[in-house]
């Protein structure tokens, strides 16, 4: 019996750790993160396309790719004035801590707490 159980605990604990392992080295999607924080800076591909002289088409196709280059991805950085980490770390399952990640990793999080503080002034003024 205690052979048995042993086996079973042995067993749990090796999925156990093939599920953390395989969570651990999922690497992140960079074209569906750089398409993320576009969006949330209400940046258009457009207006990316521009600043890196490459066409819409270019910044689209490279939003569907699961890895960019380093030097790529810093360019894309100074632009949107975020680290290069934001494109690597940035995981959609903890969506609440990425936002709080960019709000104070770049200027974005001065302006929300600033929107916010307006907000809450105009409410109290009513």
Do not use: C, W
């Not at 200027?107 to 916010?116: K, P, S």
């Amino acid at each position: 019996m205690v052979v048995f159980y042993n086996y079973l605990t042995y067993q749990k604990s090796k999925k156990l750790n093939n599920f953390t392992s395989n969570k651990m080295k999922k690497k992140p999607h960079l074209g569906r993160n750089l398409s993320r924080i576009r969006l949330y800076y209400g940046m258009k591909q457009a207006t990316l396309a521009k600043a890196l002289g490459i066409s819409q088409q270019a910044v689209s196709k490279m939003e569907q790719k699961n890895t960019l280059g380093d030097e790529l991805l810093l360019k894309i950085a100074n632009i949107m004035g975020v680290k290069i980490s934001m494109f690597k770390k940035l995981d959609p399952d903890l969506a609440q801590q990425n936002i709080n990640d960019i709000e104070k990793n770049s200027d974005m999080g001065l302006i929300i707490e600033l929107v916010r503080r307006l907000v809450k002034n105009e409410k109290q003024h009513k």
